[in-house]
Structure formats: C-alpha cells, structure tokens
C-alpha cells in the first residue's frame, strides 16, 4: 500500500515508517521539525544523537534498497497539507504529527494555545483534505488513552452503552483528560467521529498508554537509523526516564504517592498495531476507536521494578505532585479489540529494561542531569519559569 506516515521524524513516526517500507509498502513521510525546535527551545536533547531527516532516508536506502520520500511542512499550513496528499496520493495516512507532551501544553497559556491550534489544526487541515481529495484513504490517529481519564468505572473501547430514562444507545465514552495537550486528543477525536458520520470518511482512533523503549529491529539496523530517547521532565516518559535516573544515580521521581495506574506498551507494539490498523480497514464512514496499550502499571510499581532490576540501592523520591491527577485510584481499561486483530504484545521485561539501562549506559556524557526534576507545575498558569529565556528555562 501506499502510507504517509505524518510525524515521520519523531520518536514512534521514524520507527514505524522503517518497519512499514521493510513491509514492503511504498511509505512517505511528514514533518516540520517542531519536535526538534522543543529541545531547542528548551535546552534539552535526545539521550541517543538522531541523524536529520535526510540522512535517515538516505542510510535506510543504503542499508535496505528501500526508498522514503520526506515531505518537509506544517500540517497546520492547508497548501502544504492539500499538495502532499495530491502528490503522494496515500491509501493510508498514519497520523503522529502532534505536540505531544502534557507538560509542555500545561507550561503557560502561549504553550497551550500553540499545542491546541498545532493538534486540532493540523488534524482538521488534513480531513478537510481527505474529504476533497480520496474519501477513501483510511486515517489512522494516534490518540491517547489519557483521553478518558481515570473514571471509577471500567474504560470502554471508546463507546459506552447507556440505559437513561428507560432508553438505551451507544454514545462516546466520558471524557475526562488530565492536560491542555490530552483535550486536544478529544477535540480531535470529535472532529474526526463527525467528518466520518458527515462525510462517510473512515477512520481508526488508536488510543494509546505510554510507549516504553528506543530500539526496534529496524532501527537497530545502523546507528543513522536511531530513534529519539526523550528522559527530560517535559518529553520523556516514565520509564524511559527511571531508567536514565536509575544508570545515573539519580533517585527516581515518583510523583505524589505513585498511585497513578497507565496503560502502557512497547514501541515495538505501536508498529505492529499500526499495521493491524491499516491491514483491517474500518468501513466508509465508519470512526471505530481501538485502545492501544498491553499492560497496566502504577507509578510506583514501574519505580520498583526499574529499582529492583537496575540497583537495589537506586532511591525512590515521592515528590509533591506538580501534576493535579488522581494519585490513587480505580483502574481498568478494555484493549480486546487489537488482540483479536492478531496483536502478539511484548510484555514489560528485565531484558528490555537491561537493554534500556545499556542504551544509557552507551550514551552516559550526553545525560544533562539538570533536565531531570520536574520543572511545570499544573496548578499555575505561568509555571514558574519565565519562558521568554529558554537557557533560564532549562536551568530551573
Ligand atoms: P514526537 O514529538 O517524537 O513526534 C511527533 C512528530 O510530529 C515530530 O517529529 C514533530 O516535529 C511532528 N509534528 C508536530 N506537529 C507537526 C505539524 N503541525 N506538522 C508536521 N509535523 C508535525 O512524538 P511521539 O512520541 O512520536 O508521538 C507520536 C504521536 O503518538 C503523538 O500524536 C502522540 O500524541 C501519540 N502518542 C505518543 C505516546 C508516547 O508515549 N510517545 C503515547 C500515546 C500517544
Ligand atoms: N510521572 C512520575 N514521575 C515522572 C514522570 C511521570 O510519577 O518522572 C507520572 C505522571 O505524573 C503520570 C504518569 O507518570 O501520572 C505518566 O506520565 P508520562 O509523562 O510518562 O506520560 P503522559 O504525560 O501521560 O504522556 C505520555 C505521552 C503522551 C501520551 C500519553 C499516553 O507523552 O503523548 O498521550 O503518555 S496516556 O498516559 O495514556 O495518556
């Protein structure tokens, strides 16, 4: 098939773009860059050195015989977004391209606004140019399983059926996300649910926990081909970031009592349901939601397993919260509809938190320690950074 993978450049896009061309399909890929003028702007880095867009391309052609064509622009610029789609004319469009990190939308309100017009924008942009262009292309969004939030109800596969008043219908599951970045995922997934109800569009919405890991088989392949290892307290992820603290000495953030329970799964897993996705195509008009996660974890479970596995000495540090999130709460998500689809789940392990701990270990001088401590806090609307002076900014 033919797949524009949106986002390409960055830390799942890359990754999946290289296992979808080895698929054999004929992949393209988008993106602007933003995510590497955030570290720019922020004083931080990718743990692994990430080549340019480029150079990536070109090693994988050297490496593999296989050819991705990079489209460089904004999704949020509708030319650019209508002339790729022309040009390239997809079967399929896999759609990363979003500002992704809920610290960095709940800084201050210029982070919030540009993290919403960014995501529903660019999301808008692109059904507006599916609508006109091929009706037909099957949008597959990466959306967040932090959309519904953590109910005290078992989390539905994106719809609930609801008996009220003696009626009964199937409605969108409750939402209740935890930052400005996770209610652009729901603005998102309305605007999606109606361009399908309205103009028979199809679409996945691939609700996803937080992906754990760096290295994929094809990424493995040639040290050009590497995806991102984001550990900061803005991009990095929980247990990407215990493992850079526990390698370092560093004593594990835990934030609050680290009761916070997430879905979580491997990168590799978002290829291969991503792949699921595109293999098993929803029908014309139709918005199906697949919750893309294998595991649950609580905060604190993920501290103890990184601990025990790394150092049994490494401390664990229970900081004040910054975030406002339930610190201890009910927690159970369905995610059947994958695994029906044939999804054969890499499970936590010691072995990829070893090789975690490696990939550290490899890379130990570019570990910028003052990136580590959680720098935003949720209930201030300015933070207390002043964000017009990113070197201050990366000091605090
Ligand atoms: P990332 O920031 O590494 O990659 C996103 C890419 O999109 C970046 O390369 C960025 O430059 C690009 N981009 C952003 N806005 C754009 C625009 N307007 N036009 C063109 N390109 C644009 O993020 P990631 O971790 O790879 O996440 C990818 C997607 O998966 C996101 O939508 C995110 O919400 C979702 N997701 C990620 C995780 C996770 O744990 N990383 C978990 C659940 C969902
Ligand atoms: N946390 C800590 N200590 C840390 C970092 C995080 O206790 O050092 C806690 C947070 O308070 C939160 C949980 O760990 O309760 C997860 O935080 P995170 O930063 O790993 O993930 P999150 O902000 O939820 O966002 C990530 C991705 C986002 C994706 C989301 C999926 O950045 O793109 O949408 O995971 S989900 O969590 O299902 O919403």
């Not at 998102?188 to 649910?193: A, E, G, P, V």
């Not at 008009?285 to 294998?294: K, L, M, P, S």
């Not at 709460?329 to 701990?357: C, E, F, N, Q, W």
Request: hydrophobic share 40%.
């Amino acid at each position: 098939m033919k797949i524009l993978v949106l986002g390409g450049d960055g830390y799942l896009g890359w990754p999946t773009a290289l296992y979808l061309s080895r698929k054999g399909h004929e992949v393209g890929v988008v993106d602007n860059f933003a995510r590497r003028q955030y570290d720019l702007e922020m004083g931080v880095d990718s743990l692994v050195p990430v080549r340019h867009l480029q150079q990536r391309v070109k090693t994988w052609r050297e490496v593999s015989g296989l050819s991705i064509v990079p489209f460089i622009g904004d999704l949020t610029n509708a030319d650019f977004t209508y002339r790729t789609l022309r040009e390239f004319e997809p079967e399929a469009v896999v759609h990363f391209a979003e500002q992704r990190a809920a610290p960095y939308s709940m800084i201050d309100r210029e982070h919030a606004v540009y993290t919403q017009v960014n995501n529903v924008v660019g999301t808008l942009n692109l059904l507006y140019a599916i609508a006109e262009l091929n009706p037909d292309i099957h949008l597959v969004k990466l959306g967040t399983m932090g959309e519904y939030g953590t109910p005290n109800i078992d989390i539905e596969e994106g719809f609930i059926e609801i008996v009220h008043r003696g009626r009964t219908d199937v409605l969108p599951f409750p939402k209740q996300p935890g930052s400005f970045y996770h209610l652009s995922k729901v603005h998102d997934s309305h605007n999606i649910q109606f361009a399908c109800r309205t103009w028979g569009l199809r679409s996945t919405d691939l609700n996803q926990g937080i992906v754990y890991g760096q290295e994929t088989p094809e990424t493995s392949a040639h040290s050009d081909l590497a995806t991102r290892y984001d550990y900061d307290a803005v991009f990095g992820t929980v247990l990407n970031r215990f493992v850079v603290q526990a390698v370092v000495g560093h004593p594990l953030t835990v934030y609050g009592k680290g009761g916070q329970t997430r879905g979580m799964l491997d990168i590799r897993d978002t290829q291969a349901c991503v792949e699921l996705a595109i293999e098993n195509p929803p029908a014309a008009g139709e918005y199906r939601v697949f919750n893309q996660f294998t595991e649950s974890f609580s905060v604190a479970q993920l501290a103890e397993n990184v601990a025990s596995t790394l150092a049994a000495d490494v401390d664990i540090e229970y900081l004040d919260d910054p975030r406002v999130e339930k610190e201890d709460h009910y927690y159970r998500a369905a995610h059947t509809k994958l695994l029906d689809l044939g999804l054969v789940p890499h499970l936590l392990s010691s072995t990829l938190i070893l090789s975690l701990a490696r990939t550290v270990e490899k890379n130990l001088d570019r570990v910028n320690f003052d990136a580590i401590r959680p720098t935003v806090n949720w209930r201030s609307t300015s933070s207390t950074l002043d964000t017009s002076d990113p070197l201050k900014m990366a000091r605090a």
